[in-house]
T-cell receptor
Framework: GAGVSQSPSNKVTEKGKDVELRCDPI?????LYWYRQSLGQGLEFLIY????????KSGLPSDRFSAERTGGSVSTLTIQRTQQEDSAVYLC?????????????FGEGSWLTVV | AQKVTQAQTEISVVEKEDVTLDCVYETRDTTYYLFWYKQPPSGELVFLIRRNSFDEQNEISGRYSWNFQKSTSSFNFTITASQVVDSAVYFCALSEARSSNTGKLIFGQGTTLQVKP
């Protein structure tokens, strides 16, 4: 697609429920990233994918968070047993390659509210 | 340790004024990349510029200009003749070459710019 596409754009969920956030990167981009933006923490790096592989999961806040990418394209970020502190904007991004100098393009984010 | 500091939390100017957004970074790498992103109310982070650590040449793009000074570890962003559409949150970010296996961006806390008509 023309840009990074994320869905849902807004999600309100009850505490304890699971949520899935989806990201469709720019066509042809092999690297995909998830960031979280919250009031108290600013922009936090969560995880990256090179192809379907995520070598480093240490940025995920807890074991309730998981992410996968299939077919080298779409990625889903899953939060199990959501907590109120999970409320944030989850931003997905992609770049042509996994290199530090590559420009990273962001989607509009999925706004998650846990009530 | 790597860190990006944007000391200005909020700036308010009147349209047509010039405004400079400050960014100071810390890194132990000799090779690194610096970025500026704009986040309008829609939420999407819009890429503005990328510089590498070996290129200290300043850059101008229309009303936007960037001043990169390694001696002071700063990468400041100036908007000339600001417009209401420039109102947004602006983020400075750092990517270290040794993070080349992650492409990870380290962001500053952002500066909220309000341009009043």
């Amino acid at each position: 697609g023309a840009g990074v596409s994320q869905s849902p754009s807004n999600k309100v969920t009850e505490k304890g429920k699971d949520v899935e956030l989806r990201c469709d990167p720019i066509s042809g981009h092999t690297a995909l990233y998830w960031y979280r933006q919250s009031l108290g923490q600013g922009l936090e790096f969560l995880i990256y994918f090179q192809g379907n592989s995520a070598p480093d999961k240490s940025g995920l806040p807890s074991d309730r968070f998981s992410a996968e990418r299939t077919g080298g394209s779409v990625s889903t970020l899953t939060i199990q047993r959501t907590q109120q502190e999970d409320s944030a904007v989850y931003l997905c991004a992609s770049s042509a390659r996994l290199l530090s100098g590559n420009t990273i393009y962001f989607g509009e984010g999925s706004w998650l509210t846990v009530v | 340790a790597q860190k990006v500091t944007q000391a200005q939390t909020e700036i308010s100017v009147v349209e047509k004024e010039d405004v400079t957004l400050d960014c100071v970074y810390e890194t132990r790498d000799t090779t690194y990349y610096l970025f500026w992103y704009k986040q309008p109310p829609s939420g999407e982070l819009v890429f503005l510029i990328r510089r590498n650590s070996f290129d200290e040449q300043n850059e101008i793009s229309g009303r936007y200009s960037w001043n990169f000074q390694k001696s002071t570890s700063s990468f400041n962003f100036t908007i000339t003749a600001s417009q209401v559409v420039d109102s947004a949150v602006y983020f400075c970010a750092l990517s270290e070459a040794r993070s080349s296996n992650t492409g990870k961006l380290i962001f500053g806390q952002g500066t909220t710019l309000q341009v009043k008509p």
